[in-house]
């Protein structure tokens, strides 16, 4: 299936680039869950080739960055996350409620997943919301624009739109103030 054709590209690049495109130093990705050969396509776009799959959170390593495609995570996932993540510099992503649909929720997920990060910040895409959670790295402030800019064949990722989805409306963004952490 050509990347065009592919109905979640939007998602594939936007869980994968955001990440990929935010650390300035990645050595260890762990993708936990069922991805597509075309989210693999995704990844393959970046320097980075020790990528380990896995169906949970039960790997004994330290990574970079995980990519969290198992739906919303819970307090034991998210103790795993701390496990595997490296403690200085690691960025985790993962889906979550959209802040519009449930305030609440978002609100919940946020506090849940953010306990041991210093940047915990929504991230919204078409009918798709993820969270974008870090040690260090700030999905706006720092992207790697030698990696961003220069990425080929998405449809989707840009670096304009990587900034673009972390914007919400003023209501959403009083909302989330105290809890999303910028």
């Known amino acids: 299936m050509a990347s065009s054709d592919n109905k979640n590209y939007a998602y594939d690049e936007m869980m994968v680039h955001v990440a990929m495109c935010s650390h300035k130093d990645i050595n260890k990705v762990l993708v936990v869950g069922n991805v597509s050969e075309d989210f693999k396509g995704e990844l393959a776009k970046h320097e980075c080739k020790d990528i380990t799959y896995s169906d949970e959170l039960n790997v004994d390593d330290k990574f970079d960055i995980i990519l969290y495609n198992n739906g919303v995570p ?19 992503v993962t889906k979550a409620t959209s802040a519009s649909r449930d305030i609440e929720a978002a609100k919940e997920e ?73």
């Not at 819970?74 to 985790?92: H, Q, T, W, Y």
């Not at 506090?111 to 870090?134: D, E, Q, R």
């Open 74 to 92: 819970s307090e034991l996932d998210m103790a795993n996350v701390e496990r595997c993540l490296e403690p200085k510099k690691g960025i985790f």
């Open 110 to 182: 946020l506090t849940n997943i953010g306990k041991n990060f210093w940047i915990c910040m929504p991230y919204s895409f078409g009918h798709t919301t993820l969270v974008f959670a870090s040690k260090k790295y700030h999905p706006q402030a720092e992207i790697v624009l030698q990696v961003s800019d220069l990425l080929e064949g998405c449809n989707y990722y840009s670096t304009e739109v990587q900034n673009a989805a972390f914007v919400f409306p003023a209501n959403i963004t009083k909302a989330l103030t105290g809890i999303a952490k910028r």
